[in-house]
Structure formats: C-alpha cells, structure tokens
C-alpha cells in the first residue's frame, strides 16, 4: 500500500490562490491515474479533479473547471492542485488519491481509488 502524503492547505480569503501537493511517504507514484477529492464534514467526499500517468488526460469537475488546475511529475513523484480564485464554497479537507492499475480512465468515484492521503484543510473566508 502507498500511503500519500498532502501539503499546502491553510486558511486564504476569497479570490486568493492556493497550491495544494501530493507526494508519497515513501517509495513512488503507481502507474495509475491519481486525483484530488474534497470533503465538507458530514457531506460525501467529492472529486475534484484527476490525471492520467502520463499526464496525457485530465479531468476536472464543473464546480472548479477554469479555475482549479492538475498536474503531476512522476520523475519527482509528486502532484498539484493549482487552485485560483478561491471561493467559500471551495472550503474542505482536500484528500489525494491514486489507483495502482495503469489506466487511460479517470474515475471520479472515490471507491475506486487503492490509496490516499490523511488529507489537508483549506478553509476560504469571503
């Protein structure tokens, strides 16, 4: 198992930028797509945006697309989230997420995810 491992998350007001990273905490990235979900406390853990291994195809989700951008470089094993004009409603415990089996499909279900991380908080204030 992978355990990975998030950084980056913090307290910003609204309109502000945020760069939130995944690495793991030890040995390297599967081949699999990864992705970042987030979660408001008592409400499902929802995708925000994923990636293939090869950086080939992303996938965002409508509530953050133009503004929440992903990225990986699996030579430094680690992943971003690049999040621009942040809103309040963009508050959660950000979680990172990678599948093991290689894939040119990005699931957006989180049951279909191997490994993750313990997850970061960005709390946006208006």
């Known amino acids: 198992q992978v355990q990975l491992v998030e950084s980056g998350g913090g307290l910003v007001q609204a309109k502000e930028s945020l760069s939130l990273s995944c690495t793991p905490s030890?040995?390297?990235?599967?081949?699999?797509?990864m992705a970042w979900f987030r979660q408001v406390p008592g409400k499902e853990r929802t995708f925000v945006a994923g990636?293939?291994?090869?950086?080939?195809?992303?996938n965002t989700a409508d509530s953050v697309k133009g503004r929440f951008t992903i990225s990986r470089n699996n030579a430094y094993n680690i992943m971003y989230l690049r999040m621009n004009s942040l809103e309040p409603e963009d508050t959660a415990v950000y979680y990172c997420?990678?599948?093991?089996?290689?894939?040119?499909?990005?699931?957006?279900?989180?049951?279909?995810?191997?490994?993750w991380g313990p997850g970061t908080w960005v709390t946006v204030s208006s």
């Open positions: 997420a990678g599948e093991r089996a290689q894939s040119s499909y990005i699931p957006d279900d989180p049951f279909e995810y191997d490994d």
């Open positions: 030890f040995g390297r990235f599967t081949r699999g797509p």
């Open positions: 990636i293939t291994w090869d950086n080939f195809t992303t």
